[in-house]
Structure formats: structure tokens, C-alpha cells
């Protein structure tokens, strides 16, 4: 059974520049979450995906925006990046089956200057 | 609304002593509660869940929470520290639908 994987590991982007994050799910998850965890802080909610569509967002501006694809894996855009976007992006996948089980991926340093 | 707050930030214990970690959280909704373990440079893993039935749930490692509805608490405790034991802990609520909260974290550290 392959785990969540994401990548790149690291990234380093200039503000205003537009950035592309990847997350496979775990095999057998048909849902997919993205988290944005600060220095010092825990992940917060961005959006879910589920079956291709969003399936709820938390509290980020529309330059967030998320696909997901037919294998269920998905990615994150960011659009106009600002100096506070700067943050460990995490992927959690899950099954949907009711176990509420989230699997998370390693994440996505992104550095933004 | 759901909000989760962990008290302490930081948390040093000797090993070999008790872990104890807290956790109050805040839910409109009867609460799924969750503690994930974060070590550096790594996602999260969970450590153990509540969602119904018994209260006093056990998780991976030796790590056991117990869900108090009075309280609004789900405090992560384990017995005996083990220097692997040494990460970050996150509580977590969920909506039942599809959001996780999670609180700001407790970075544990274990003492030889």
C-alpha cells in the first residue's frame, strides 16, 4: 500500500509569482484535504476534494484553488504569492468511509521572498 | 463552530515519567476528537480517535486519551516517556462532515 506522497519538497518562489503543489492519495482514498501549517502553528483547513469536486473550504482567499483528478490525486495553486504565504503545505487523504481517518502526506515547504 | 486549545506549549518530562498533554476543544456538534504526532520534518500521523462509544480510548505507542463531555477535554497521556516520545502533539476536532480544527500544538520533549 502506497502512503501519501507530495512533492516538491521544497520550494522557494518570489511574491506575486504563482506556485503548483502535487499530492497522491493513498491508494483506495477517493478524498483528498490540503492544510496550511505556519512556523508555530497547526495546519489549518484550506479546502477538500472529493470525486473531483470541492467539497468544502475553510477561511483562504480565492487565489487557493485545488484540483482533483479521475486517480484522486490533486494539487494546490496558489496565485499573486505574499511573503505570508509562506508555510509547510499538508495533503491528507481519506477513504470517506465514515472511520474519519486522515493520512497525511510529508508536506511542501514553501518559502516565499 | 469547533476551536481546539492546548494548553502548554512546550512540555519536558523525565523518561520514564507520566505524559501528560491537554486538550479542550469547543464543538456545535458532538465531537470526533483526534491527536496526531508530528516529528520534524514530517507530517502527521494519528495517534488515536474518539468518535463514539467508550470514552477512554487507546491509541499506537501507549498513548491513551479520554473524551470528558463536562470537561470538554481530551487529554493524551501515556504511562512511561520513551525518548522517542520526543515530537509535537496536535488535538484535533472534527465537523463530522469534512473539516478538521486543529490546536497550536505541544512540543514534547523527554529527558534522558
Known amino acids: 500500500e502506497t502512503g501519501v506522497t507530495q512533492s516538491p519538497t521544497h520550494l522557494i518562489k518570489t511574491r506575486g509569482q504563482q506556485v503548483t503543489l502535487r499530492c497522491s492519495s493513498q491508494s483506495g482514498h477517493n478524498t483528498v484535504s490540503w492544510y496550511q501549517q505556519a512556523l508555530g502553528q497547526g495546519p489549518q483547513f484550506i479546502f477538500q476534494y472529493y470525486r473531483e469536486e470541492e467539497n468544502g473550504r475553510g477561511n483562504f482567499p480565492p487565489r487557493f484553488s485545488g484540483l482533483q483528478f479521475p486517480n484522486y490525486s490533486s494539487e494546490l495553486n496558489v496565485n499573486a504569492l505574499e511573503l505570508d504565504d509562506s508555510a509547510l503545505y499538508l495533503c491528507?487523504?481519506?477513504?470517506?468511509?465514515?472511520?474519519?481517518?486522515?493520512?497525511f502526506g510529508p508536506g511542501t515547504r514553501l518559502t516565499v521572498t | 463552530a469547533q476551536s481546539v486549545t492546548q494548553l502548554g506549549s512546550h512540555v519536558s518530562v523525565s523518561e520514564g515519567a507520566l505524559v501528560l498533554l491537554r486538550c479542550n476543544y469547543s464543538?456545535?456538534?458532538?465531537?470526533?476528537l483526534f491527536w496526531y504526532v508530528q516529528y520534524p520534518n514530517q507530517g502527521l500521523q494519528l495517534l488515536l480517535k474518539?468518535?463514539?462509544?467508550?470514552?477512554l480510548v487507546k491509541g499506537i505507542n501507549g498513548f491513551e486519551a479520554e473524551f470528558k463531555k463536562s470537561e470538554t477535554s481530551f487529554h493524551l497521556t501515556k504511562p512511561s516517556a520513551h525518548m522517542s516520545d520526543a515530537a509535537e502533539y496536535f488535538c484535533a476536532v472534527s465537523d463530522r462532515v469534512n473539516k478538521f480544527y486543529f490546536g497550536s500544538g505541544t512540543k514534547l520533549n523527554v529527558k534522558p
Open positions: 491528507a487523504s481519506s477513504a470517506n468511509d465514515g472511520t474519519y481517518e486522515q493520512y
Open positions: 464543538s456545535s456538534v458532538p465531537p470526533y
Open positions: 474518539y468518535t463514539t462509544g467508550a470514552t
